[in-house]
Every structure is written in C-alpha cells, then in structure tokens.
C-alpha cells in the first residue's frame, strides 16, 4: 500500500511510520517541521520506501499536488499542534496547524478520490467531564481547549467528507500518549526540571490530577489493526488504558527512575495545571474492547517505560 | 448598546438588525455582499445608528482594525455560507464563510475584550437522525454537509474560547429560516420555477421531505429577549416551531396563493431531495419551551406567510 503520514516527523508519526515500514508499505511523509524534528526521522532516510516532503499543509494547492504525484491508497492525518498548553496562547495556531491541515488533506483526498483515511482525535474534544467516565456518544461535546475545538471541528468535517465522498475513516480519540521522542507534556517537564535542579521539583496544579496515559507501541499496534478492512463512512473509537496515573505519582517515578531521593515538591496549587487543561478524566473503553484490543501496558507501566525511553536517548 | 451584526446584509442578518435598531441599539453591520445584498439593507443606510462595513470577514487583521475602532459590547455572528445546497460541490466556501469568519470574530473579540457573542448555528449539526426527536445533548453529532461540519466546528470554537476567555455566549440551532429577504430553499425555487412555467413544477425527491419552517420575525424576537443577561459559558438552545411542514404540501401552498390550478408535479424520486440534505427531522423544544419562549406562527403559516412576502415583494 502507498500511504501518507501527514506530520510523520513528530512524536507520534515518526512511530507510525517506522511500523508501516516494517509491515511493507511505501509512506510519504509530508511534515512542517513545526513540531516534528527532522531528526525523528534521520534514521529513515535511506530507506528505499520512505520519501519526505517539507511542506506546510496549510497551502492547499501544494497538497493537492503532492496527491496528485503520489496516488495514495489510505492518508494518516498525524498532522496537528499538539502542545495544548502553548496554543492557548495562540488559538490561530490551532486553527492552521490542526483545522486547516485537516481541511485541505479531506479536500486534496476528495479532489483526488483517495478514499480511506486515519484521523488522529483526542479526548479534548469531551471536554471537562468532571471525571465522569466519557464512551462515544458522550454528550454535550464542550471542549475546554483551542485544541480540543479545533480537532472536534476536524471530527465533524470528517463526517461530512466520509458520507458526501463515500470515504472509509477511523477515527481515534487519543488520551495522552507517551514513548520515545516525546515532545511535550508533564514527564517531559519534570525531566528537565529536573536535569536542571535535582533537588525542587514545581508541580503545576495540586498533583492530583489523573489521566490515562498510553504508550505509543500501544497505539500503534491499534491503528495497524483497526486500519485493516474498513467501512465505509465514520468508525470512531476511544483509545486508552483502564488505568490512570496520578502526577504526583508520575513526579515519584521521575524521581525514582532517576535515581534522585529526597527531592521537594512544590505545588502551584488549584485543580487543574493550566487554563484549558483537564485535570481529570477516564474512558469508557468498552467498544474498542469489544472489537479485540486492549492496552499492553497500564497507564504507570507507560510511564515509566517513557521516563527510561527519554532518560536511554539523552545519555 | 453598540453591536456588531456580521453578516446584517444577508436574509436573516437584515432582519435582525431592523429589530435592534427598532430597540434603540447601535448597529455597526460587516458584510461582504457574498450572499448579502446592499439591497436588503438600502433602507436603512440614512439611519443615525446605522453604520455599514464592505469587508470579507476572512481577513483577520481587517476584522481586529474593525473591532479596535468601534467598541462593540455585542456581537451577533450570522455571517455564514447559508446555502448548503451549493457548498456540496465547493466545500471550500464553508471553510471560509462559516468557518473561517466566526474563527476571527472569535480571535478578534479575544483580542478586544469583547465578551458577548450570539452565534446562529443549524440543525445540520444534527445529520440524519432519521425523524428522531432530537433535543440539545442528542449524540453522536455527524453532520452530512460541509455547512453543518462546519457550523459544528463553529460551535467548538465558541466553547473554548467562551471558557478560556469568560465569554457569554448564545447559540440557536435553527431549523429552516424563512420570512421577506429569502435567498434561496424550497419556497425560493418553486415561485422562481412556477414564474418561468405555471404548468408544471419539478419537486426534488419524492416530496415527503418534512421539517419545521420558522418565520423570521418569530426568530428575532426570540433572539432578542434571549441575549439579554446572558450567563458566563455558553446556553445552547434549539429554535423552532412544534410543527412542520412536507415539501409537497409547501408546493400546494405555493401553487394556491399564485392562484395556479391544475400544476402538474413532477418528482425527481429519492428521500433526499440532493446529496448533503436531511429530509426529515423534528426537533425536542422542551428546553426553549421551559425558558419562556414559543413560536407565534406554526410551520404552515410561516410557509404561507413566507410565500406572501416574496410574492408582494415582487409586484
């Protein structure tokens, strides 16, 4: 199969693209380097079925070149700002990095009549639940975030490109996903915190928050087995582990992992970490249970699994 | 009051902003005459409070310039590609008009500290529910056209930018619109089509297509008596009228007050009456219903009225 992976140099493509590769398929990567790194993807480079292209996907008229050379069978989305916390101050990062790119990847999909498509989704899109276990058809949908808005306006075009063009899409919604080449996100904070000043560690919030953690092999394994034999139209799915971790906790395997004892932890202090987070949340994950997956590992296995990822690559 | 009215050339826009200048409000209206027309507003151009901007509301840093000069308390966002029917072939029209446009009153009111906002969002949020009732928290949300993907998108954004900014927010899901300064629908193209040949009228479909027609002025007034001491967050209500009305009976309608006899009809076949269309839906109203507020006119009278309006209209 000839596939995209749209925003293949981040965190979570470059993962993907490696697992494609390794199951025989040709993947173009298109990536901005904005978030993705040229370097999570060096080693790929000589790869005869691997081919990179540096391009914005807000320009639609180069996206829609780019479909009209490569002929792809199946499009993977990956393409998003996923630092939340940094487009809060910025929603028209969102609006280009995350919508547009969605918009014009459908549009390019459409024009060209490419018909199968993974999409990337988040457990932003829900909102805060107040800790209220979310499955599918969780609702009212009032997202609390420029990310989660903008990618439950990708959900929703998603909807109407998939019925007006008879496309075959998954849908994912992700909690938060951790493992090598992580870019962002509280074990990467408390690392560097860390590396600087071994002895204090500021935790923003209370440390209670709690949230399921998913390590990306994890996610992986799931799209490579969900992608098989689609339907048409939306097939749309939680994706997580049962369990969740707390960030007090993770602070602890932190510390741990890195061999520090006796360090102090200051909270900031209130519910959640910052404006637009969720402090709390859980998954139903009774329908993707039901059609044959379930996480390898649990939230605090990921977790520290990640911590020992990062810890390998920076020595 | 200074509000903005964007979109206040437009069919609904117009209307609306009549009323508010009627309550003694200054109306500062921002159209590009894309489905607008300085026709529908020519006559209120003299008016003291009245001010008219010609400006694609795409442009963001026009918009933010807009908002700087004029220090609006309120903003009514009807600016909007309105005719679904001809985005299914250019969704790229909704992407600017819908989407785009309410992405940076958003960004601009940010910017300017305005923090009232009513949004006109639709029952195409909706999708094909297939005649169930559906009522605000209805799920899972799968518009099936870009117009009502894009509306969804729209009301994403109003809900993280109503948190992260302490926005007080209105939005009505309306169902059809109808009333004097009508663009386009059903009503639209059968006078246009009985003008060209009384003898016979093509209807799309199989003409049981059944939805609740709501008369404009019905609209307004609801609009106005809700945005009054709105409350922090976002209120989300569905606007309509109990009743509805079938495509074939609005034909009746149309042929009786054009004092036609004997029109042949002649049906195009299928449920829907063009790809992207929702057929049948009604909506649950008991949530507007409990705050005070019920149509004056049912579906068949709006139809009539509607049918009246355009017809004196254009004598």
């Known amino acids: 199969m000839k596939v995209l992976v749209a925003g293949g140099a981040g965190f979570i ?16 990567c298109v990536d901005n380097f904005f978030i993705g790194t040229e370097r999570n993807i060096a080693h790929l480079k000589n790869h005869p ?25 199946f499009v993977f989305q990956m393409a998003a700002n996923s630092d939340i916390q940094a487009s809060a101050k910025a929603p028209e990062v969102e609006y280009r990095n995350t919508y547009t790119t969605t918009f014009n990847i459908l549009e390019a999909m459409r024009m ?13 899109v829900y909102g805060d639940a107040q800790g209220e276990k979310m499955d599918e058809n969780y609702a009212p949908l009032m997202p609390i975030s420029y990310y989660g808005a903008c990618k439950l306006g990708c959900e929703a075009l998603i909807s109407a490109f998939s019925y007006m063009n008879g496309f075959h899409s998954l849908v994912f919604r992700f909690p938060n996903v951790i493992g090598p080449r992580l870019t962002h996100g509280v074990i990467f904070d408390f690392l560097k915190r860390l590396q600087e000043n071994p002895k204090v560690l500021t935790i923003l919030g209370d440390g209670r928050q709690c949230k399921p953690y998913l390590y990306v092999a994890d996610l992986v394994s799931c ?12 097939t749309l799915y939680n994706v997580g582990a049962e369990t969740q971790s707390v960030v007090s906790g993770i602070a602890e395997i932190v510390c741990q992992e890195m061999g520090l004892q006796d ?14 987070d969720v ?8 329908k993707i249970h039901a059609a044959g997956w379930k996480a390898a590992m649990t939230s605090d296995e ?9 810890l390998s690559c920076r020595q």
Do not use: M
Request: charge should be negative.
């Open 13 to 28: 493509g470059s993962n993907l693209v490696e697992a494609l590769l390794a199951e025989g398929h040709s993947v173009v």
């Open 302 to 310: 990921a977790v520290i699994q990640t911590v020992r990822d990062v």
């Open 279 to 286: 402090p709390v949340f859980a998954y139903d994950l009774s």
């Open 112 to 124: 060209s009549d490419v018909k199968n498509l993974f999409f990337c989704s988040t457990s932003a």
């Open 223 to 234: 799209i490579l087995q969900f992608t098989k034999n689609l339907p048409e139209g939306v």
């Open 49 to 73: 079925h691997f081919t990179l292209h540096e391009q914005d996907l807000c320009d639609l008229e180069a996206v829609q070149g780019i479909f009209e050379r490569e002929r792809f069978d």
């Open 263 to 276: 360090v102090e932890f200051r909270y900031t202090g209130g519910r959640g970490g910052w404006k637009g």
